[in-house]
């Protein structure tokens, strides 16, 4: 158990675990592609349009999965300062800022065909917007503020904050009246996406995961070098 909390240990684990994500993320991908283009059938009403929502959804998905593992890790940090939880959402809050503004960007293509504009400041559109910029100044606030407790409290008081607009974001559609269409799947409860579109979207949501396992290993492993040069050179 305590070998997990080693740096050195962790760090060679990581390494391993990138090793073993390159082998399937290519072959993975391309089998979503080839699903989500070319399997999946057009949508009775939205046409071609539809498939923008195999980028769409999760990257919405993985940009609210990074933002609640990020608030998590901050307030788990702040109570126990636990240091290396500080490296893991360091390197998460890019990857979840990045799949944020892709919801966003390709929320507004699908958007236009479907609603006959860019965008509205409905709820859900709202709310995502505001949870960029929640990752905007929580990144922002780590770079640049030295004093590590004062980073520290700031970070953890953006991730409770945002963690209230997580759960604004979820129930966005239900509270209020929004052209943002309700949840099409439900984990709880019935799921109306047909099996044809929901098996491509399965497999782009894996892509899309392991290509943001990718990204964090390799940011984990060069925050991880950044921090023992650091300590080095006060030696």
Known sequence: ??????????????????????????????????????????????????????????????SLLCFASISFLCILNFLFKIKSASLIYKSLAPIGLVFNFIAIFTGSLWGKPTWGTWWVWDARLTSMLVLMFFYIIFILSYKFIKDDSKALKICTSISVLGLINLIIIKYSVHWWSTLHQQPSINLSGETTVHYSMLIPLSIMLCAFLLYSALIFLMKYRIETIRVKRKRLKKL
């Open 1 to 62: 158990m305590f070998k997990f909390l080693n740096p050195s240990y962790v760090f060679h684990l990581t390494g391993k675990i990138l090793n073993f994500v390159k082998i399937f993320i290519l072959p993975i991908s391309i089998i979503g592609i080839i699903f989500a283009l070319f399997v999946s059938p057009r949508d009775y009403i939205q046409g071609e349009s539809v498939r923008i929502m195999y980028v769409h959804v999760p990257s919405a998905w993985i």
